[in-house]
């Protein structure tokens, strides 16, 4: 059994330890707002906060989230800077299919939370690793930017 505090609860968990936290989080906790992309930490629609930095958590063993703070999409909203970002992106409309804006809220949340005033470079550069197929780079850079004058 492993322990995970997920979104501020407790969780017990029987897993083998090199399950990945992506598999956990959808099919042990039925927490399935955080979406299975690529499966090899590359497109980023799997990311959710391990200690408050954005990991991947389809190339995250469960083992590695013991003893750690993960959230995913679904606590995110719970914090000031979470829900700044959530209003931004409904009031600017960002989603287009929706599939990887879970990863993108938890990457611009992870931003915002160690930089209130981020560049287009700050954002380009964080926000790097997320993939949108739907290329909807414009309005989630303009939606970090209204979540970061919020914020102010």
């Given at each position: 059994?492993?322990?995970?505090?997920?979104?501020?609860?407790?969780?017990?968990?029987?897993?083998?330890?090199?399950?990945?936290?992506?598999?956990?989080?959808?099919?042990?906790?039925?927490?399935?707002?955080?979406?299975?992309?690529?499966?090899?930490?590359?497109?980023?629609?799997?990311?959710?906060?391990?200690?408050?930095?954005?990991?991947r958590s389809c190339?995250?063993?469960?083992?590695?989230?013991?003893?750690?703070?993960?959230?995913?999409?679904?606590?995110?909203?719970?914090?000031?800077?979470?829900?700044?970002?959530?209003?931004?992106?409904?009031?600017?409309?960002?989603?287009?299919?929706?599939?990887?804006?879970?990863?993108?809220?938890?990457?611009?949340?992870?931003?915002?939370?160690?930089?209130?005033?981020?560049?287009?470079?700050?954002?380009?550069?964080?926000?790097?690793?997320?993939?949108?197929?739907?290329?909807?780079?414009?309005?989630?850079?303009?939606?970090?930017?209204?979540?970061?004058?919020?914020?102010?």
């Amino acid at each position: 059994m492993i322990t995970l505090n997920i979104n501020g609860k407790e969780s017990r968990v029987d897993a083998e330890p090199d399950t990945p936290l992506l598999w956990v989080l959808r099919d042990t906790l039925q927490l399935t707002g955080t979406k299975f992309g690529c499966g090899m930490a590359l497109c980023g629609a799997c990311t959710v906060h391990m200690n408050g930095e954005p990991v991947r958590s389809c190339s995250t063993p469960v083992s590695a989230a013991a003893g750690k703070k993960i959230v995913s999409i679904e606590g995110v909203g719970r914090s000031r800077v979470g829900k700044a970002v959530q209003h931004a992106w409904q009031r600017l409309d960002v989603v287009q299919c929706g599939y990887c804006q879970s990863g993108q809220i938890m990457s611009a949340v992870a931003l915002l939370e160690n930089n209130r005033k981020p560049t287009d470079a700050d954002i380009d550069g964080a926000m790097g690793g997320n993939v949108c197929r739907c290329a909807t780079y414009v309005r989630i850079r303009a939606a970090i930017h209204e979540a970061a004058k919020s914020l102010a």
